[in-house]
């Protein structure tokens, strides 16, 4: 191959002319140059942009500002954060931990929330005349504890921002900082439950929340939480400990029923139906009453009786111990 002297572009037409074996060569060198320059030129245009107004527009300080603008707008958010969490956990009373307190239109003072004035104003050591009660949909104002400004329901306060109770329903005039509870509001009850909406479902006929797990099983009794409970007397409706429903239907306080099985009582305190399955306690009557023989004159002596768990009625041997159901074999019955 012939070697081609190094020389200026514009003497390559006289190369060419005078080398005829090196045109591809030539035509190749100026191929790359062209090539170079036009990447040149595009990416100064890249770099660049022209606006309307003839405004110069840099691309990537334009980047830098967009990201400059998202790190301020950062930065905003959780400063309204930051504020808004002010105190969390921090206030609050046995019933509730919020960052507010409630005005009793009733009797206009002011308490941390309605239950803590049920408690005050509800007393047995209060004049009769005076006792009175605060239902949640009376509330109208509300305290901020961290500035004090006194405002209408809601769930941030309008003067320092911040958020007075994790979990607000603007129905039941409701704040509560713990949110493991679970809360959620059910139409149906037309009050707010605890322990998680997708574990409950709204009975129309029971007129309560029952668990998922009972939603084809379990007995359906008119307004099961709309009356006292049969241990302690407090209204099971509205009430904030837990509730069992009992396979009978009827509905009690579970701190109540622990108690009444600590007693050695297994029946439900309405209807007398057993709370449980009591199929190894009545193994064990069979044979406490098989070890103890009545006496002579009593072995032919029978007796009627009813039985609490089927209902069905029937004429049995009478036995000092107990009297059993011939129809379910359950020693829950009575005589008639």
């Not at 500002?65 to 301020?72: D, I, T």
């Not at 409630?102 to 004035?117: D, K, L, Q, T």
């Not at 959620?184 to 998922?212: A, L, M, P, V």
Request: glycine share 4%.
């Amino acid at each position: 191959m012939c070697h081609i002297p190094a020389i200026p572009i514009f003497e390559q037409s006289v190369v060419v002319a005078s080398h005829p074996s090196s045109v591809c060569i030539v035509q190749s060198c100026i191929l790359s140059l062209f090539i170079q320059w036009f990447a040149y030129v595009v990416m100064e245009e890249a770099i660049i942009m022209y606006s309307s107004e003839g405004k110069v527009y840099n691309l990537s300080s334009n980047t830098e500002s967009m990201h400059g603008e998202e790190l301020v707008q950062s930065k905003e958010h959780e400063k309204i954060n930051d504020l808004q969490e002010r105190r969390y956990m921090k206030y609050g009373c046995q019933h509730y931990r919020r960052r507010c307190r409630i005005r009793a239109p009733c009797c206009n003072e002011i308490f941390h929330c309605r239950h803590c004035h049920n408690e005050a104003k509800d007393d047995i050591k209060i004049d009769p005349k005076l006792r009175h009660d605060l239902s949640r949909h009376q509330i109208k104002q509300v305290i901020c504890l961290l500035c004090g400004t006194e405002q209408e329901v809601q769930q941030n306060c309008i003067s320092c921002g911040v958020c007075m109770g994790k979990y607000f329903c603007g129905i039941c005039k409701l704040f509560d900082d713990d949110v493991s509870k679970k809360q959620y509001h059910c139409g149906g009850c037309g009050i707010c439950r605890t322990g998680g909406s997708e574990n409950f479902f709204h009975c129309d006929k029971c007129g309560c929340c029952q668990s998922t797990l009972l939603k084809n099983s379990h007995a359906c009794v008119e307004k099961a939480m709309h009356h006292d409970c049969p241990v302690c007397f407090e209204y099971l409706f509205e009430s904030m400990d837990e509730i069992a429903v009992l396979p009978c239907g009827h509905t009690i306080h579970i701190n109540c029923m622990n108690e009444m099985r600590k007693h050695l009582q297994y029946a439900c305190p309405l209807c007398s139906k057993s709370v449980c399955d009591m199929s190894k306690v009545w193994e064990k009557f069979d044979l406490e009453i098989a070890a103890t023989p009545m006496p002579e004159q009593y072995q032919n002596k029978m007796v009627w009786i009813l039985c609490n768990d089927c209902g069905r009625s029937g004429n049995v041997k009478y036995h000092v111990i107990a009297q059993k159901c011939l129809n379910c074999n359950s020693y829950n019955t009575r005589q008639t």
